[in-house]
């Protein structure tokens, strides 16, 4: 095969696997071979890439002609690399890890050969989870210690087992990797955010408490939490400063957890898709599905087949 058509394979089977992206060889180097495995578990996708060296580039251009909305985790496994995106450059040898965003110009460098783990997970869930995510990519975690350590260790656990995993744990294990990852990105200095007091730090707690019980009432709102712990609204709002979301958005949010939880449990195999949603406290199956989808990257149904 031609060096031209073996770089055209390449690059469309690294755009079919993540996002839109440009591949081309780095510098000495005359064609690019690689192998790439993927497995899909709930909305979480973690790929295995093996190949020869290159530079990776997803552009301005290819983000107006394809708007897919994805985080996404390098973790590297051998040779080194360089991640480059919103100003910082993250380097990348075995063990460490780094998050980038498809929704804005990013570039990885290899310079020899290489293996990496990928991560590939919808950008409104993490996006959720991490207050200020544009200040956390392209910056290294260490596998060595911490949060960064067990990550790793899960992920080489999951690429080993993923293609054996019961169908009712797939969501729960997704969610587990999902929350090491934000556990791993909090220990970055860009996520230290302002100390939060003691009474601001209870009267969220008492938030969250009060959505728990009461997540299944179509009626609950910022204002009936208010009347429940007998505070102004306004008190809520400025208790709630630095969660990263409005308190309604938080509600939203456990909302769709909890039906996605439904969606993947094979227990819950033989309720309506509707029904699980109005469980939850929807009223409108179709702003539902319009909502899970801008959460989760997919529609509840095609989640449901995924499991």
């Not at 956390?136 to 596998?143: D, E, F, K, N, Y």
């Not at 009461?214 to 208790?239: D, F, K, N, Q, Y």
């Not at 469980?279 to 990257?297: E, I, K, L, V």
Request: glycine content about 8%.
């Amino acid at each position: 095969m031609p060096k031209a058509e073996r770089l055209a394979f390449w690059t469309d089977m690294v755009c079919s696997t993540y996002v839109q992206l440009d591949c081309d060889t780095a510098a000495g180097a005359h064609t690019i071979a690689g192998t790439i495995g993927s497995a899909t578990l709930a909305m979480l996708q973690l790929s295995q890439v093996t190949s020869t060296a290159q530079v990776v580039r997803r552009s301005a251009a290819r983000i107006a002609r394809d708007s897919e909305d994805f985080f996404l985790v390098s973790i590297q496994t051998r040779g080194e690399g360089r991640l480059e995106q919103d100003g910082r450059i993250a380097r990348l040898t075995p063990g460490d890890f780094a998050l980038y965003d498809s929704t804005r110009p990013y570039a990885l460098h290899f310079d020899a050969p290489f293996q990496q783990f990928v991560l590939r997970l919808p950008g409104p869930t993490l996006r959720h989870a991490l207050r200020d995510s544009q200040s956390l990519t392209a910056s290294t975690v260490s596998g060595r210690r911490g949060a960064g350590h067990l990550m790793i260790g899960m992920i080489r656990s999951l690429a080993a087992d993923i293609h054996t995993l019961a169908p009712e744990s797939a969501s729960a294990v997704a969610e587990s990797v999902t929350q090491i990852l934000v556990a791993g990105l909090a220990g970055l200095p860009a996520a230290q955010g302002t100390p939060v007091s003691q009474g601001a730090a209870y009267h969220r707690e008492q938030i969250k408490a009060v959505v728990r019980a009461r997540l299944c009432e179509p009626g609950l709102s910022v204002a009936a939490i208010a009347t429940e712990l007998r505070l102004a609204t306004s008190s809520l709002h400025r208790a709630w400063k630095g969660e990263g979301g409005t308190i309604a958005e938080y509600i939203w949010a456990q909302r769709l957890d909890a039906a996605r939880r439904d969606l993947c449990s094979p227990s819950q195999r033989a309720r309506s898709i509707s029904s699980i949603a109005f469980n939850w406290g929807f009223n409108d199956a179709a702003h539902f599905s319009r909502a899970f989808r801008a959460r989760f990257g997919c529609a509840p149904r095609e989640l449901r087949d995924l499991v």
